[in-house]
């Protein structure tokens, strides 16, 4: 078993509560305030946007922007608390509207090169070797804006220079099938990890696993950690829920659907998920409707069904689930899962 467990979140889980249909219902947090509440709810890491770390980077030179990681590194060793990756947030420049390393313009395909290597740096910074690519809009609203054979090729190019750029860190991949994008190129776990293999350093290229993203895919999440966990490939986990086949609602992890949650921590606790240091990674966003006095309750929750989960995890009866499935007893099974999430 993997024993103990470390959780982190984002900054951005923080939040004022807007949404598509309506403005901010919360006030705004700073970022040291943000710090100060990771220990209080039980979590050792942050993860990064690059520009989480050091805002309006684009106006900055690299060594300025390696200055500001620092600094906030040692706002990370003054709450006792670990960076756990860093991600390029390449969805919101203008440059990247249609894609940034499958854009058809090679000067926006250049500019998100350029960005990565920042993202690099800032990790390095941070004492982080880890950095996580959502794919956000490398896709097409229409089949025929883009070679889609092509596409792959460019993101295998951007890989590879980023892989080239340190020797030192790790990629993973972060599927999701739309949303930004109408479709996307990288959809599935499969899709990430085929990816990964056709870099020139496949060892350092895994996943991310986002059990929403995974619903999105149609696709149970518990299976994708699975697969990943095969090829050893499973770097970190974005945990949260699910409600239907619609937008990308980060819901609290557990709170859709149980049995599905139970079955996450099943699989991540049998194959030792965590005993390399992977933190167990949230992504999950405030309802709308809380109070700023309760807007991290969607964490302490999140993070507290987990390990209550973990504990059921542990005290089902394997002995049983193994009978059962050699006498092909499905039914039998089924109940005894059911009546163990009950407490029966």
Known sequence: ????????????????????????VRRSLSFAKKLKMYKQLGFDGVQFHDDDAVPDMNKLSAREIIRKAKDVRKLLKGEGLTAEFVAPRLWED?????????????????YAKDRS?????????????????WL??????????????????????????????????????????????????????????ALGYKTK???????????AHAILAGLDPSDEMGFALAYNK?????????NGLKFDQDKSFGSVDLRRAFNQVRILDKYNYGAKGEFVGLDVKA???????TSTRHLSNSREIFLNLVDLVRSLDEGRVEQLIADRDYEELDLLIVNHLMGR
Request: charged letters at 25%; proline letters at 6%.
């Open 117 to 133: 290597r920042r993202c690099i740096d800032i990790a390095v910074a941070l004492d982080c070797d880890l950095i996580v690519l």
């Open 94 to 110: 203008p440059r990247t509207i249609d894609g940034g390393y499958t854009s058809n313009d090679p000067a926006c395909r250049q």
């Open 201 to 211: 350093d496949h060892k350092r290229v895994g996943v991310n696993i986002e059990t």
């Open 234 to 242: 499973l770097y970190t986990v974005h945990l949260n829920d699910q």
């Open 136 to 193: 956000a809009r490398e896709g097409t609203y229409i089949r025929e804006a883009k070679d889609s054979k092509l596409a792959v090729d460019r993101l295998v190019d951007a890989l590879n220079d980023m892989l080239a750029y340190n020797e030192g860190i790790r990629i993973a991949i972060e599927p999701k099938p739309n949303e930004p994008m109408d479709h996307t190129y990288i959809p599935t776990t499969g899709h990430a990890m």
């Open 1 to 24: 078993m993997a024993g103990e467990y470390r959780f982190s979140f984002g900054p951005w889980n923080v939040h004022e509560g807007a949404d598509p249909f309506g403005p901010t």
């Open 287 to 293: 309802m709308r409707t809380q109070k700023i006095e």
